[in-house]
């Protein structure tokens, strides 16, 4: 067993192309550390829908050049195979560890491939590779990204030419590519050939933020901004100049990129003590703002806060969703407003009150963008499509530039966020969600947990007796097949699925409270949250978490 694997990690020493990968790998050889090896050796990362992510290191299991020049080696034959023989591919990467190499290997290997390949100019959010797959006609986009893992992470996003992510049948015919690659030996990877892109898709970009806007809309809101010490900042502020707002106030401990994310557990806005230092800046910042942005740190994902009573809040990722629908359904937006199955029912109650087509999808926004007829598209994980004609996929620039235009025209009606929350609350129902989410190091725990479920389903939680159980790996005439489970009971509705990017096991829950007045917010509040954590502490231990 131990031959084997020291074999197994020789043959791959000998075809490593980094430096840095090769000399951690040769340590673990000579020190015959088995364990770690084996960890490393277990298999291999798997290519998803999600693309690839994991830890940096030497290894099938890491993220390496090895596994990266394998992946792009496996998209180049599907997209030949797909009859691109010389199509573009457009690639982009933020500021972790080893994303600039990364994407220079996978222009080397589409290069090398025959297909024509061009670089974003330096590290970039996100949304703006998604916006330059159809700006350029490219026939697929990739994002060296690990969005806001953890600082030892890395990742790999996959797009095709319609600018949106990968769903099936795609990912699993590009895995099959990829392991069909017999050596690295076999990869033809020139040291040149490809295209660097000038700032010119950037100031495309840029200049299609504008559309977001309302023309003449108020742009007085003040805001206090942090990138999370990712790629956020500069396209940020320019697209805010832009628009005629004020200068966003930065955090500027976080301002810009590291790849350490020495500030933050993790570099995740809805992480506890992310926002700490935003909220303390907003409350040294005279005069006062109105309100808090924050990006992951590839941009894509937008945070708000909003002054609370003494002191300020993150909203929920839900209370966002709504408020942008509110505000394209009060601008006269027409179109599918669409919402992953685990983001509020709000969304549907708000586009059904407009006459407007509400739509709901597995997880992610490659099923989000998916929508036929898409205006509008969100889920609670502080994701948000603003304008889908632009950038298919969730766009934490655009976002910002909407929720601030929002904050501007209620200042001006001397109102805020809060306000119009409470008005949809009356008008709808008062929508509180919440989320119960464990990480793991055992994955078998996750596994575990669902099977419980399945076989010991649960009757009642908080007292309200389970109506109705979905078990999503049967799919449905809506939805294709998902792990994940879906009760509803009467006035909640909860759905309990493994994370597709993290070791974590989530749990999304809602509660709908009526409520007659704007006098009955507070008690209809503490009821919800009551029913909340009770839903919370049942669920915990019916999966046995």
């Known amino acids: 067993m131990h031959d084997e694997l020291i074999a197994q990690a020789q043959a791959w020493l000998t075809e490593d192309p980094d430096p840095e990968t090769r000399t951690e790998l040769a340590r673990l050889i000579d020190a015959q550390d088995h364990t770690e090896l084996a960890a ?82 330096r590290p970039l959010p996100t949304p703006v590779l998604a916006f330059a797959i159809r700006h350029l006609g490219a026939v697929a986009g990739v994002e060296v990204t690990a969005s806001h893992n953890p600082p030892r992470d890395n990742g790999y996003k996959v797009y095709l030419g319609d600018g949106s992510q990968i769903v099936p049948p795609a990912d699993i015919d590009i895995a099959a590519e990829i392991a069909a690659v017999p050596s690295l030996t076999t990869v033809r990877r020139p040291t040149e050939g490809w295209d660097t ?27 206090v901004y942090t990138a999370m010490h990712g790629v956020g900042k500069d396209v940020l502020l320019a697209a805010f100049a832009r628009a005629g707002f004020p200068e966003p106030t930065l955090v500027t401990a976080q301002a810009d990129p590291d790849p350490e994310f020495p500030t933050v557990a993790f570099p995740n806005p809805e992480e506890p003590g992310a926002m700490d230092l935003a909220f303390a800046k907003a409350r040294a910042t005279t005069p006062a703002p109105d309100l808090i942005i924050a990006n992951d740190p590839d941009a894509d994902r937008c945070a708000v806060a909003v002054r609370d009573g003494a002191d300020w809040r993150m909203l929920r990722g839900d209370e966002v969703g709504a408020l942008l629908a509110a505000h394209l359904v009060r601008r006269g937006a027409t179109g599918t407003f669409a919402e992953s199955i685990v983001s509020s029912s709000l969304l549907g109650r708000i586009a059904e ?15 989000i963008a998916r929508a036929e007829g898409l205006r509008y598209g969100y889920e609670e994980a502080l994701g948000y ?8 996929d969730k766009d934490g620039i655009t976002a910002a530039l909407l929720i601030t235009e929002l904050a501007s025209q209620l200042k001006e009606e001397g109102r805020t966020l809060l306000d119009l929350l409470d008005d949809l609350a009356v008008e709808h129902g008062l929508h509180a969600t919440d989320q119960l989410s464990v990480r793991v ?7 575990a947990a669902m099977r419980r479920l399945r076989e010991q389903p649960p009757t009642e939680l908080a007292g309200l007796p389970i109506t109705r159980t979905d078990d999503l790996t049967q799919g449905s005439d809506t939805l294709p097949p998902t792990d994940g489970l879906r009760y509803t009971l009467d006035g909640a ?45 049942d669920l915990a231990t019916a999966a046995g978490i």
């Open 197 to 223: 892109l000038d700032d010119s898709v950037l100031d495309a970009y840029l200049a299609r933020t504008d559309a977001v806007l309302a023309k003449d809309s108020p742009r007085t809101a003040r805001t």
């Open 441 to 447: 190091e055992d994955l078998s725990l996750i596994t």
């Open 385 to 392: 499509c603003v304008d889908p004609d632009g950038v298919r």
């Open 493 to 537: 509705r909860v759905i309990v699925r493994p994370s597709g990017t993290e070791p974590k096991l989530k749990c999304y829950l809602e509660v709908v409270v009526p409520v007659a007045t704007h006098a009955g917010l507070p008690e209809a509040r503490a009821q919800a949250t009551g029913l909340l954590e009770s839903i919370k502490r």
């Open 353 to 367: 009150k407009a006459g407007l087509p509400h739509v709901e999808t597995l997880t992610g926004f490659k099923w």
């Open 40 to 121: 490393r050796f277990s298999g291999t990362l798997q290519f998803g829908t999600a693309g690839l992510r994991g830890e940096l290191g030497a290894g099938p299991m890491r993220m390496n050049s090895s596994v990266v020049i394998r992946a792009a080696a496996g998209l180049a034959a599907y997209l030949k195979k797909q009859g691109h023989q010389d199509g573009l591919v457009v690639i982009g990467y933020d500021a972790r560890h080893k994303s600039a190499d990364f994407a220079r290997d996978t222009a080397a290997v589409m290069t090398g491939a025959g297909l024509r390949a061009a670089v974003l100019p």
